[in-house]
């Protein structure tokens, strides 16, 4: 069979069918799509209370209702979401959107200015603090070792920080998304928020050599969790309903995933509250750069494009050399 050639064996609305369902599934990541028809729908609302059209493409409406966000003391990073959803929703009906239009801008370098763009960041989950969540829950399968989201987590944690993944691309990873090797596993995601189209190279994670260091292998974890929930094909990380049995066709989803982030650091003595399902990706960052990793290293891991985007994910801050005690010998 010739492979350049175009084979015809479908007919148009076949075709159009499988061309819409492309557009869904590969257009942007599932859950951004979710959240700009959530966000959308709050614009709408706002357009019907005041008797404007929601699509006429009114800066001055869409800075007024920037500006109502802002009365209303929603953080920046907020305000800025609910703006990407009209853009968003413009772009699929075809309405040319220019979002640095002068009325927008301005309104957006106001709200910097009355709200403060500074984010509180989480803290970083890095390895030393993992070991000691896997030490509980190693502790909870030698007392009950029939509780299967023990397994689940302890794998969970394990990928959601050696593999820097976002929690977004963990709930939606699947069987067939990893290959194995005799030393580590290879984890080839199908999109993420960076790669749309699914051209990373994936993801390396390996096993743990050194005797001290191997109940807590993220490897091995991955493993026993894969046999214990003799999962062979699809979600690897699916919900246990209170009875202890896996749902099969119930991917477990990103904000679980932060539940159970704040849940084992709890276990372990944490402060859940300072912790969240970026503190995985975080704690990489972190840990790596605490060891002299170089940017580059780190991005060949996260997948991050840019430097300053690796250096927001460093919880070094405080660690800063001390300028005074340096100087005034106090």
């Known amino acids: ?24 599934n590969y257009s942007k990541a599932k859950n951004t799509i979710i959240a700009y028809n959530k966000d959308f729908k709050d614009f709408v609302k706002f357009c019907k209370v005041y008797n404007k059209d929601p699509y006429a493409k009114d800066y001055e409406c869409i800075k007024i209702y920037l500006h109502s966000l802002g009365r209303s003391n929603l953080k920046i990073s907020t305000i800025n979401r609910r703006l990407a959803s009209i853009a ?32 509180t960041q989480k803290e970083a989950l890095e390895p030393e603090q993992l070991d000691l969540i896997v030490n509980v829950i190693n502790k909870k399968i030698k007392k009950n070792p029939n509780i299967l989201n023990n397994y689940r987590d302890k794998a969970l944690l ?24 005799n030393d580590y596993i290879l984890i080839k995601l199908d999109k993420s928020k960076a790669d749309q189209e699914g051209k990373n190279p994936g993801t390396a994670i390996y096993k743990n050599t050194q005797k001290e260091y191997i109940p807590y292998c993220p490897v091995r ?17 699916r919900h246990i309903d209170i009875t202890n049995k896996i749902l099969p066709h119930n991917s477990i989803s990103d904000k679980a995933i932060a539940l159970i982030v704040k849940k084992r650091t709890k276990d372990a003595g944490f402060d859940p ?23 580059e290293e780190i991005k060949k891991i996260t997948k991050q494009k840019s430097d300053s985007v690796v250096d ?19």
């Open 1 to 24: 069979m010739n492979a350049n050639k175009h084979i015809i064996d479908s007919t148009y609305n076949e075709l159009k069918k499988s061309s819409e369902a492309d557009d869904d």
């Open 88 to 119: 968003h929703m413009y772009s699929e009906k075809n309405i040319e959107f220019n979002r640095s239009h002068y009325l927008i801008t301005r309104e957006i370098k106001n709200l910097k200015k009355k709200l403060g763009s500074s984010v």
């Open 158 to 181: 394990s990928l959601l920080l050696y593999g820097g993944f976002r929690r977004s691309e963990l709930s939606t990873l699947n069987i067939e998304n990893v290959t194995k090797r």
């Open 221 to 237: 974890s991955y493993y026993n969790w894969i046999e214990i929930a003799k999962i062979k094909n699809g979600r690897i990380f």
């Open 273 to 295: 509250a300072l912790f969240s399902g970026h503190s995985g990706r975080a704690g990489i960052v972190t840990a790596l750069k605490r060891r002299g990793a170089s940017n």
């Open 312 to 330: 927001s994910y460093d919880r070094r801050v405080e660690e800063t050399e001390n300028t005074l005690a340096k100087y005034l010998k106090r």
